[in-house]
T-cell receptor, first 111, second 112 residues
Framework: QKEVEQNSGPLSVPEGAIASLNCTYSDRGSQSFFWYRQYSGKSPELIMSIYSNGDKEDGRFTAQLNKASQYVSLLIRDSQPSDSATYLCAVIKGSQGNLIFGKGTKLSVKP | DVKVTQSSRYLVKRTGEKVFLECVQDMDHENMFWYRQDPGLGLRLIYFSYDVKMKEKGDIPEGYSVSREKKERFSLILESASTNQTSMYLC???????????FGSGTRLTVV
């Protein structure tokens, strides 16, 4: 089982819709979770962090964490073409503290 | 905002050359990292450092070394560049454990 798994996509949604990006992780002891956005040819940019079960909202973005199910998701409301990018899920595993990255989900928002 | 600066955006080197990739962060972060990113393989950790003078191997350290003489600077060295080291190299830093990383803009290295 991969440590952090994401559907590679591409996930295609129409402009104005809700995009839902999902991520599962294998280490039950993980405590810190992050979402990065990466535009083509650019470096990853941190957009959300979440540390406790439940929802965390920041503008059009909502991160959701369910530690019992080992599942973290990112919702993007009112999706815009500028949201088209690859979204990377990252998890801090155990005591070492390095981020483990998923391979990313490519999102395409169609006008 | 934290700034992580990588010295070169694009670099072309010849096989066998010794290559230095420099990374500087300006917010007194403790931890620094070097990754490479290749299509289909995702981000792979080469080396990391939790403190000055300290370095640890990541998942793919072969063919690379690092240097951290000052807290703000973390250098990646390709001892003898090979074509399979053609990649996007990303430096990252973070304040300390349990924080997310801030990435530099990346260096696209081509070895010919």
């Amino acid at each position: 089982q991969k440590e952090v798994e994401q559907n590679s996509g591409p996930l295609s949604v129409p402009e104005g819709a809700i995009a839902s990006l999902n991520c599962t992780y294998s280490d039950r002891g993980s405590q810190s979770f992050f979402w990065y956005r990466q535009y083509s040819g650019k470096s990853p940019e941190l957009i959300m962090s979440i540390y406790s079960n439940g929802d965390k909202e920041d503008g059009r973005f909502t991160a959701q964490l369910n530690k019992a199910s080992q599942y973290v998701s990112l919702l993007i409301r009112d999706s815009q073409p500028s949201d088209s990018a690859t979204y990377l899920c990252a998890v801090i595993k155990g005591s070492q503290g390095n981020l483990i990255f998923g391979k990313g989900t490519k999102l395409s928002v169609k006008p | 905002d934290v700034k992580v600066t990588q010295s070169s955006r694009y670099l072309v080197k010849r096989t066998g050359e010794k290559v230095f990739l420099e990374c500087v962060q300006d917010m007194d972060h403790e931890n620094m990292f070097w990754y490479r990113q290749d299509p289909g393989l995702g981000l792979r950790l080469i080396y990391f450092s939790y403190d000055v003078k300290m370095k640890e191997k990541g998942d793919i350290p072969e063919g690379y070394s690092v240097s951290r003489e000052k807290k703000e600077r973390f250098s990646l060295i390709l001892e003898s560049a090979s074509t399979n080291q053609t990649s996007m190299y990303l430096c990252a830093s973070r304040r300390t454990l349990n924080y997310g990383y801030t990435f530099g803009s990346g260096t696209r290295l081509t070895v010919v």
